[in-house]
C-alpha cells in the first residue's frame, strides 16, 4: 500500500514544480533580453501606454497614477545617482578625480539601467493589475495630484542637476571620450605637429 502513494506525486510537489520551472523559463527570457535595451524599453514604453489607456477609459485610479509616478521619479534618482555619493567620498579625504592627470574612475550607477527598466515595467504591470479593483479608485480632484508630481519632479530635477554639475559628473554616455585604438597605417611621429 505504501508502494501505491508514493507514485502519485503530491499536489504541492507538482504546484512547486510548476512554480519552479515558470521560474527558471521567466529568468531565462528576462536573461536574454538584457543586450537588447531598445527593445525592452519599447516593450516599458507599450505597457506604460496601455497602462494610460486604461486610466484614460476608466477615468478614475488618480490615486494609483500619482503613486506610480512618485516610485518611477525615485527610481530615476537612483538611475541618475552615482554609486559612491561624491559628498561622502568628500568627508572620507576622496574625492572624485578633477584634473586631467588624476585617475579616471568611471561613472557608477546607484540602479543599473537593467534593474531601472525592470522596476520600471513590474510598477507598470502591477498599477494596470490594480486598476481592476475598485478599493484602489479613490474619488481625488487629479489637477492637483498632477501639479504636486510636477512640482516634485522639478525640484527633484533641479537638486539632482546641481549635483551633477557640483561634482562634474555625467550619467550617459553621450559627450564622454572613448578609446578607439590604434588606427592601422598610421604613423605616430606623423601625428604630433606643434
Known amino acids: 500500500m505504501e508502494g501505491a502513494s508514493g507514485d502519485v506525486a503530491s499536489p504541492m510537489s507538482v504546484l512547486a514544480k510548476w512554480r ?3 521560474s527558471t523559463a521567466f529568468q531565462y527570457h528576462l536573461d536574454s533580453s ?36 512618485i516610485y518611477i521619479l525615485n527610481l530615476l534618482i537612483g538611475f541618475l545617482s552615482p554609486k559612491v555619493d561624491p559628498e561622502l567620498e568628500a568627508l ?46 479613490v474619488p481625488v480632484f487629479w489637477p492637483i495630484l498632477l501639479f504636486y508630481w510636477i512640482v516634485l519632479f522639478v525640484l527633484t530635477m533641479k537638486r539632482q542637476i546641481t549635483h551633477m554639475i557640483k561634482y ?4 550617459f554616455d553621450f559627450g564622454k ?16 605637429k606643434d
Open 177 to 192: 571620450k572613448r578609446y578607439a585604438g590604434k588606427k592601422f597605417g598610421a604613423s605616430s611621429s606623423g601625428s604630433s
Open 92 to 137: 572620507d579625504g576622496v574625492s572624485l578625480p578633477t584634473k586631467e592627470s588624476d585617475e579616471f574612475r568611471p561613472f557608477v550607477r546607484r540602479l543599473p539601467e537593467f534593474k531601472f527598466w525592470y522596476a520600471t515595467t513590474k510598477a507598470f504591470c502591477v498599477a494596470f493589475t490594480m486598476t481592476f479593483f475598485s478599493v484602489f479608485d
Open 34 to 69: 538584457a543586450p537588447y535595451p531598445l527593445h525592452r524599453w519599447l516593450g516599458t514604453l507599450a505597457a506604460a501606454a496601455i497602462y494610460v489607456l486604461r486610466v484614460y477609459y476608466v477615468q478614475g485610479f488618480y490615486v494609483v497614477s500619482y503613486g506610480l509616478g
Open 20 to 22: 519552479n520551472d515558470f
Open 168 to 171: 562634474r559628473y555625467l550619467p
